[in-house]
Each structure stands twice: as structure tokens, then as C-alpha cells.
């Protein structure tokens, strides 16, 4: 059974940092492209950045710069380090991974950006 743990959301103001992370389980955690997305109340879950088994990372422009996605295999961890946070940053991010045809997420983790 795929299990995805995130942790690491809080409130934090503008240019502030967070470091999130999802601990994964279920699966052969190193061959598999993970994800990290982001939803804000009404609106459509958002792609915010994902890193493949061969380390490459791809972010969505507004995170280019500011948040960096990482992976540990040893331990099935999966991390977003941002930084220079911003109000538009406030959302519920989720970990993701997609398998065997269905896209897992866990509960989310609360992230809020305000002075």
C-alpha cells in the first residue's frame, strides 16, 4: 500500500524559509519520478516541482530560484527546501507520486505566508 507522510508546513512571514518533507512508503521509492504540488482553497492543485530516479528536478516558473526539490533513497524522503517565501506561496502542499496508472497524495501540509 502507497503511504505518503508530508510534514513541515507552518506560518512563516515574507522571505521566510521552509523545509518540507514526505516520507514515502509502499513502494520502490528510488525508481520513481516524485512530486511535490500545492493547492489553495478553490482552485486546482498545482504542480510545483518534481525530481526523477535520476535526481533531475524541474520546477513550475514561480518556484524557479527559490525552492529546491531533493530526494533521499536510503531513507524514502522526499524534500522541498523554500526560501524567500511569498504571501501567493500560502497553500497545502502535497507529496505525489504517480503508480501503476493512480496518483498517490498524502494528507498535505499547511504552508502560510503572511506578515
Known amino acids: 500500500q502507497v503511504r505518503l507522510v508530508e510534514s513541515g508546513g507552518n506560518s512563516v512571514q515574507p522571505g521566510g524559509s521552509l523545509r518540507l518533507s514526505c516520507a514515502a512508503s509502499g513502494i520502490n521509492f528510488k525508481l520513481y519520478t516524485m512530486r511535490w504540488f500545492r493547492q489553495v482553497s478553490g482552485k486546482e492543485r498545482e504542480l510545483v516541482a518534481s525530481?526523477?530516479?535520476?535526481?533531475?528536478?524541474n520546477y513550475t516558473e514561480s518556484a524557479k530560484g527559490r525552492f529546491t526539490i531533493s530526494r533521499d533513497n536510503v531513507w524514502n524522503r522526499l524534500y522541498l527546501q523554500m526560501n524567500n517565501l511569498k504571501p501567493e506561496d500560502t497553500a497545502v502542499y502535497y507529496c505525489n507520486v504517480a503508480y501503476r496508472s493512480h496518483m498517490y497524495y498524502g494528507q498535505g501540509t499547511r504552508v502560510t505566508v503572511s506578515a
Open positions: 525530481i526523477d530516479s535520476a535526481h533531475n528536478q
